[in-house]
């Protein structure tokens, strides 16, 4: 660059100028997103989050639907057939919003949808997929169980062959969107090994009763499955996949939108204390002058956007078709992680005015509780990369 040429001026919305990395049609998504979620999220999810309740999933999702948002990075049978980065893109905007608006599109794309995409029949992929894909069905994934959570390997669900049917029995816990769903993909011990199996929420012998009293994702169907004797015809099993590496699978291909998602809450959580800062007055002058706050909001910034920067290189490796489940852990361990103390530190500038539902914080920070457990606590994460880094296996 010559001596002459000017330098753009600097962004504090993009201090590293992650956005030059992007195409415009990357750019096109992240703001129709955006825009849905201004719109349609925001002006209510207080009060959602304050009742605990989530009003017109339904037209919610239909009109998720309608903005490809639902199996975004799916191909065909309706779906959008977006780069890996433009779903990022769209998890990092709904998750600014809310982190159960992020999970109602991740449990329905990436884990429902993308377990009968990759493992389902062409059969299944016909029924349901473009129905999903419109937001007309909702799906819900259901490997967790009440007493098995981290180790899947030892679930209680089963399911057994009688004549050409199946017969499964089993508990599964903590099911975003389980009491709305129109179908469950449910993994469950079988003869042959661990089965999914494509089940519609009507079969007889199929509830979900909605878990209640939850401090986190307050603004999030989250349910119990339970499964007396649900009998399903033999074309119920999805064909291509036995084993662990199905249900697995389908939650690294989730867990790489949370690796955007934690970065879109700890985005709006830094923005608050931002303007926050620039605006309380105390000792006669902003409190954002004062350099104690300024190291804060500093640090701050460079956890977020080298989280961004994070996410965007494992989207073009995903894209690629480079990229390892460790690295997706990579990504999960760190950004949930600063995004929480991004929370925490922002909560700090806000004062007592952090706590209240007026600004999105101490929101964000609850709802990050649970996406630091989900689809992989902080310690199977470690283990992972342990692994990997030493090519020992301390998981037993």
């Known amino acids: 660059m010559s ?10 919305a993009d201090p590293l100028g992650i956005d030059d990395l992007l195409e415009p049609e990357d750019l096109a998504v992240r703001d129709t997103v955006r ?5 349609r999220v925001l002006p209510y999810v207080a009060e959602w989050y304050e009742k605990g309740e989530l009003p017109g999933i339904r037209d919610l999702a239909r009109e998720l639907g309608s903005l490809g948002a639902l199996g975004m990075s799916l191909t065909g049978y309706g779906c959008a057939g977006a780069s890996a980065v433009q779903y990022g893109l769209a998890c990092l905007e709904l998750e600014a919003a809310d982190s159960g608006i992020r999970s109602l599109v991740s449990v329905q794309g990436s884990l429902a949808m993308y377990a009968i995409h990759r493992f389902g029949s062409e059969e299944q992929k016909l029924q349901w997929l473009p129905r999903m894909a419109a937001g007309e069905v909702i799906g819900c994934f259901g490997l967790t169980e009440p007493d098995h959570g981290s180790d899947p390997a030892s679930m209680r669900t089963h399911a057994k062959r009688d004549g050409d049917d199946w017969v499964l029995n089993g508990r599964k816990m903590w ?6 769903a129109g179908v469950a993909v449910v993994w469950a011990q079988t003869e042959e090994g661990i089965r999914g199996f494509v089940v519609p929420t ?4 199929f509830s979900a009763p909605e878990i209640k009293h939850k401090w986190s994702l307050r603004a999030s169907v989250t349910s119990e499955l339970v499964l007396d004797d649900v009998r399903l015809p033999g074309t119920a099993v999805l064909p291509e996949v036995t084993g662990l590496r199905g249900p697995l699978g389908c939650l690294s291909h989730a867990r790489y939108g949370i690796v955007w998602g934690a970065m879109g809450a700890a985005r709006s959580s830094f923005e608050a204390a931002l303007d926050y800062a620039k605006s309380r007055e105390q000792f006669g002058r902003p409190i954002g002058g004062f350099q104690l706050t300024q190291a804060k909001l500093a640090d701050m910034a460079v956890e977020l956007h ?3 920067l ?3 290189h494992l ?4 894209d690629a078709g480079r990229l390892r489940p460790e690295q997706v852990s990579f990504g999960k361990l760190n ?7 991004i929370c925490r530190t922002s909560r700090t500038i806000l004062g007592a005015n952090g706590i209240s539902l007026e600004y999105p914080v101490m929101r964000h920070a609850t709802n990050l509780e649970s996406v630091l457990t989900y689809e992989g606590t902080v310690e199977m994460h470690q283990l992972v990369l342990g692994k990997a880094l030493t090519g020992l296996d301390a998981f037993r």
């Open 335 to 341: 950004n949930v992680r600063e995004a929480m103390e």
């Open 202 to 205: 009507d079969s007889p012998g």
């Open 310 to 312: 994070l996410a965007h």
């Open 35 to 39: 825009g849905w979620a201004a719109d």
């Open 315 to 318: 989207g073009r490796r995903m």
């Open 3 to 12: 001596a002459s040429a000017k330098l753009p001026p600097f962004d504090a």
């Open 306 to 308: 080298k989280g961004i």
């Open 175 to 180: 099911i975003t969107n389980g009491s709305v």
